[in-house]
C-alpha cells in the first residue's frame, strides 16, 4: 500500500508539460511549402520584431520573442504565410486574427 | 552507515541543492546572453516547475501522515519538512531572479506586472517570503504558536502558484496534476479527521 502509493506520486510528479499546447491551430498545410525558420525570423525583423526562438505547434510557427510595442510575447503565425494569426503575452492574448477580420 | 548517511542534514541539503548545481551548470554551459534562446529564458520556467513540485510536496506530507500513519517513510519526510519548504522557496527565488534578469530592466517588469499570470506569481512570492525568513530555529522559538498561524500563508499561496501556472499557459496539465494530487489527499485528510467526530 505505501509502495504503491508513493510510485503513484512519482509517476503523477514526473509528467512534464509544455508539449501540444492546442493554443491555437492553423489550417491544415503542405509541410514543403513552410517557411524556414530564417525566413520567418527575417520578416518579423524586419517588421520591428524580435524573435528569441520558435517551435511548431497546431501546423503552426510558435515564435517566442519581443514584438513592436516590445511586449514579450509568443506568436503563432501561418506557416506558409508568415501572417501573424495570434499573439499573447504571458498567457493573455494581445492579439487574435478571427476578432480583427470581424 | 546507510542509516547515518540518509538521515544526515547534509544529504538532504545536497539532494535539494543538486537541481540547482544542474541548473548552473546548463547556465554556464549554453553561453547566457548569446544568440537564440538564452538560457535565462531556456530556465525560467523549469525552475518554476520545481518550486511548484517542492511546495506539493511540502504540503502533501501532513496529509500522507493521515493517509499512512504507521509509514516509517512519511514520518522520516515529516521531521524534515522544513527542509522541502526552504527548497520550494529557493528555487522560487531562483525564478524570479531568473525572470528579472530576463525582463532586463524595472520598466519591462512593470510593464506586465498587471498581467494575471505575473501578478500571481508574484502574489505566490511575497506570500512565501515571512515563510522563509522564519523558517529557522531561533523564529520558530520566538514565534511560538504564532508560527504555526503564519504557517497557514503556504494555502493562499499555493493557490496563487496554481492560478500563475494556469494562466502562463505553459503547461496546465501538468499544474492540474501536481495540484489535483495535492488537492485530493487534502480531502483524504479532512475526511479522516472528520471522521471520529461522528461516531
Sequence with gaps: MTRSMIALILLSLSTTGAHATGRFHCEATDRAAWLGETQVTERLTAAGWQVSHMKEDGGCWEVYGTDPQNRRVEAYLHPVSGEVQLVSQRGTVVFDIRDANE | ?199
Design chain 2, 1 to 199: 552507515m546507510w542509516r547515518a548517511l540518509r538521515d544526515h542534514p547534509h544529504t538532504l541539503w545536497g539532494l535539494l541543492t543538486l537541481p540547482g548545481v544542474v541548473f548552473l551548470i546548463l547556465w554556464l554551459a549554453s553561453g547566457h546572453g548569446g544568440a537564440g534562446r538564452s538560457a535565462t529564458a531556456l530556465l525560467l520556467h523549469p525552475t518554476g516547475e520545481l518550486s511548484a513540485r517542492l511546495m506539493v510536496v511540502t504540503m502533501a506530507i501532513s496529509p500522507m501522515r493521515h493517509v499512512l500513519p504507521g509509514s516509517d517513510f512519511w514520518r522520516w519526510m515529516r521531521r524534515r519538512r522544513r527542509y522541502f519548504g526552504v527548497a520550494a522557496f529557493g528555487y522560487a527565488l531562483l525564478h524570479t531572479a531568473l525572470y528579472l534578469a530576463d525582463m532586463g530592466s524595472p520598466g519591462a517588469v512593470m510593464s506586465e506586472v498587471a498581467l494575471s499570470a505575473i501578478w500571481t506569481g508574484w502574489l505566490a512570492f511575497l506570500l512565501l517570503v515571512p515563510l522563509a525568513l522564519t523558517s529557522n530555529d531561533a523564529m520558530l522559538f520566538r514565534l511560538g504558536r504564532y508560527w504555526r498561524l503564519l504557517q497557514r500563508l503556504t494555502y493562499p499561496a499555493a493557490l496563487a502558484v496554481l492560478a500563475h501556472w494556469l494562466l502562463i499557459h505553459d503547461g496546465a496539465a501538468a499544474a492540474l496534476v501536481h495540484f489535483g494530487l495535492l488537492a485530493a489527499l487534502q480531502v483524504l485528510r479532512l475526511r479522516n479527521t472528520l471522521k471520529p467526530m461522528e461516531t
